[in-house]
């Protein structure tokens, strides 16, 4: 099974900070990797998908990028409701989620 | 639009087995490519992607769960069932039916979610 580790496991940052989450696959992965927030008592929603086609509605200041095994999510200018947790998920065989960041008010 | 919601006990006591729906609307699971698939979160802790059906009856399970698991599909109600046998106060999470389509292999639509708790 493919293995998913991102880093940090948690964040401090503030409103208008640049923020930058990794997400590292156990064994090469192309480009099948996705991105998704989550926030208290709701369900995870996709921000990414394909290491880094914006699915509709999301704001441009997500991105993503990477290939084979490192992966990036950059938010840049972070907003007040961009506080919450952030998964990676691999799809390249099955689908397998990191272990999550928490992105926090510092 | 497409919406899905989850259906089941919210409380089940260890052994036994639970078993969950998952009503959907907005899309056909005949069509090529899409798939109707579970992930589950304990309090607090990351998400874990469980089981997933294809339009073509082809199924996927996670390979650490795969003895216990067991997902079917009614494409006439837009239904899938997901089964979870011998479960376990680990299995305390809040189970999540998800959609995916041939064009994007994501999970791009969620239901909101059920909370199962598992003690005797």
């Known amino acids: 099974d493919i293995q998913m580790t991102q880093s940090p496991s948690s964040l401090s940052a503030s409103v208008g900070d640049s923020v930058t989450i990794t997400c590292r696959a156990s064994?090469?992965?192309?480009?099948?990797l996705n991105w998704y927030q989550q926030k208290p008592g709701k369900a995870p929603k996709l921000l990414i998908y394909?290491?880094?086609s914006l699915q509709s509605g999301v704001p441009s200041r997500f991105s993503g990028s990477g290939s084979g095994t490192d992966f990036t999510l950059t938010i840049n200018s972070l907003q007040p409701e961009d506080f919450a947790t952030y998964y990676c998920?691999?799809?390249?065989?099955?689908?397998?989620f990191g272990q999550g960041t928490k992105v926090e008010v510092k | 639009q497409i919406t899905l919601k989850e259906s089941g006990p919210t409380l089940v006591k260890p052994t036994q087995t639970l078993t969950l729906t998952c009503m959907f609307s907005?899309?056909?699971?005949?069509?090529?490519?899409?798939?109707v698939g579970w992930v589950r979160q304990p309090p607090g802790k990351a998400l874990e992607w469980l089981a997933l059906?294809?339009?073509?009856?082809?199924?996927r399970y996670s390979s650490s769960l795969k003895s216990r698991l067991t997902i079917t599909k009614d494409t006439s109600k837009n239904q899938v069932v997901l089964s979870m046998a011998n479960m376990d106060p680990m299995d305390t999470a809040t189970y999540y039916c998800?959609?995916?389509?041939?064009?994007?292999?994501?999970?791009?639509?969620w239901g909101q979610g059920t909370m199962v708790t598992v003690s005797s």
């Open positions: 059906i294809y339009w073509d009856d082809d199924k």
């Open positions: 064994q090469t992965i192309a480009v099948y």
């Open positions: 394909a290491t880094s």
């Open positions: 998800v959609h995916r389509r041939l064009e994007l292999d994501a999970f791009e639509n």
């Open positions: 907005g899309f056909s699971l005949d069509t090529r490519g899409v798939g």
């Open positions: 998920q691999q799809t390249y065989s099955a689908w397998t």
